[in-house]
Nanobody, 112 residues
Framework: QLQLVESGGGLVQPGGSLRLSCAAS????????IGWFRQAPGKEREGVSC????????YYADSVKGRFTISRDNAKKMVYLQMNNLHAEDTAVYYC?????WGQGTQVTVSS
């Protein structure tokens, strides 16, 4: 069973940056497209970004386009989400997903 562990969240001021990481337990990770999702308090979980298995195609939600960059290293079984110019509205728990498997999430708080 694939296990995913997110890390890299924290408290950052508006305009700041964070890099989230998603570590997978199995080499089969490389066969899956990977998505980053987030859930803010009182809101539904929403898709933020995703990347196909060969990193040849990416998707970004309009709200993060131009500020977030997704990447992956299949050899290391890792996916990253570089988040720049963070806004208060980016505050949420961020999750990675592969083939229906979810990590436990990492909290991102953007506040002055």
């Amino acid at each position: 069973q694939l296990q995913l562990v997110e890390s890299g969240g924290g408290l950052v001021q508006p305009g700041g940056s964070l890099r989230l990481s998603c570590a997978a337990s199995e080499p089969a990770f490389g066969y899956y497209a990977i998505g980053w999702f987030r859930q803010a308090p009182g809101k539904e979980r929403e898709g933020v970004s995703c990347i196909n298995r060969r990193a040849t195609s990416t998707y970004y939600a309009d709200s993060v386009k131009g500020r977030f960059t997704i990447s992956r290293d299949n050899a290391k079984k890792m996916v990253y989400l570089q988040m720049n110019n963070l806004h208060a509205e980016d505050t949420a728990v961020y999750y990675c997903n592969a083939d229906g498997y979810w990590g436990q999430g990492t909290q991102v708080t953007v506040s002055s």
